[in-house]
């Protein structure tokens, strides 16, 4: 007969054995959390918080030593999850893009202008839309501790882009998001997806007119060096979760998950307050940079044009599901 060893059992022995506590903390499981971002990016902001509140958390400091990992030296984001999924990696923090590879219906998260604005999508997915799709994703082995984000997305370009037209042939790199490269062709640009590492390179050379990202990655990633116009479209909030292995689960007890999870949540608080400094003052350095900035961007035209393409989101995700979310997206709910 063959049983199952973890950390907790292990742990649990030692104490009932009268092992010194120095003998149990010397057999507290390594947690690496891996991101993509440079630390001070929300979702490096997210894994310090996160580690520091583990490390003082009394229920977890003396099994779990957490330690950040950036800027994808653990593998990029997509890499990363599987390896999470597998339970080779620990924990990583990564978009709604990355998850709906293996959960599909993910990935209406990045459709262009539906959510309102960034504190109605916080609602969403901190109730029952959100765990709605927590639990989807539990069916495909991936366990989300909490939703983060990395901000609202905007376009660089070298001209403005005030109104649907001005979108119309535009050269525009995307992530490799089914959903956007759906949404922006449905708006009239040529979007393509090159991987987010390649972007400054493909906008220095010509390969792309035009990218969006939120204002903490375009000032990180210094696009401001190789595009001149920063204009301020808010057309997506920028979905990300806080992901935990279920090999890492499965050596906690519902107490030690429940405190965990409250540790995952004070990162997400960091991550949105990061993001919403980023909004706040990036905008600033962006324009101390050389950017110009366009303010006045017709939102509503914009909403008004994408309407067709979200309603038809319900072909694919379900017309009911897509109802309710575009309902509370637009604060109606």
């Known amino acids: 007969m063959f049983f199952k060893i973890n950390r907790r059992g292990v742990l649990a022995g030692a104490a009932a054995a009268g092992l010194c506590p120095r003998a149990a903390f010397a057999a507290r499981r390594l947690v690496r959390i891996g991101q993509g971002g440079t630390p001070v990016t929300p979702s490096g902001m997210a894994c310090r918080t996160f580690a520091d509140a583990v490390a003082s958390e009394p229920l977890l400091s003396a099994m779990l030593r957490v330690e950040v990992f950036d800027e994808g030296e653990l593998g990029d984001d997509l890499p990363a999850l599987r390896s999470t999924k597998r339970g080779t990696l620990e924990m990583v923090t990564c978009g709604s893009v990355v998850l709906s590879s293996f959960q599909p219906i993910v990935g209406v998260l990045d459709t262009p202008f539906l959510f309102k604005d960034a504190p109605t999508a916080r609602r969403v997915l901190d109730g029952p839309i959100g765990d709605e799709l927590i639990e989807m994703l539990k069916t495909k082995g991936i366990y989300v501790l909490a939703w983060g984000e990395n901000g609202l997305r905007h376009m660089t370009a070298n001209k403005p882009i005030r109104e649907p037209s001005d979108l119309v042939g535009l050269r525009l790199r995307v992530p490799q998001s089914d959903v956007e490269i759906k949404s922006f062709r449905a708006l009239g640009a040529d979007a393509k997806p090159i991987p987010y590492l390649n972007i400054y390179e493909a906008l220095r050379t010509g390969q792309f007119d035009a990218q969006e990202n ?4 375009i000032e990180s990633a210094r696009f401001y060096e190789v595009q001149k116009v920063l204009s301020l479209t808010t057309h997506i ?7 935990a292995s279920q090999d890492l689960i499965d050596d906690l007890t519902p107490a030690q998950i429940t405190a965990l999870t409250e540790c995952a949540k004070k990162g997400r608080d960091a991550m949105r307050r990061t993001a919403d400094e980023a ?4 905008v600033a350095r962006l324009r101390a940079h050389g950017m110009t900035i366009v303010s006045d961007v017709d939102v509503p035209a914009f909403n008004k ?3 067709a393409n979200l309603e ?7 017309a009911d599901f897509m109802k309710r979310l575009i309902r509370a997206g637009s604060g109606a709910a």
């Open 214 to 217: 939120p204002i903490a990655n």
């Open 237 to 243: 909030y920028s979905a990300g979760a806080i992901v």
């Open 279 to 282: 909004e706040r003052d990036g």
């Open 305 to 307: 044009a994408a309407q």
């Open 312 to 318: 038809s989101m319900g072909q694919v995700f379900g």
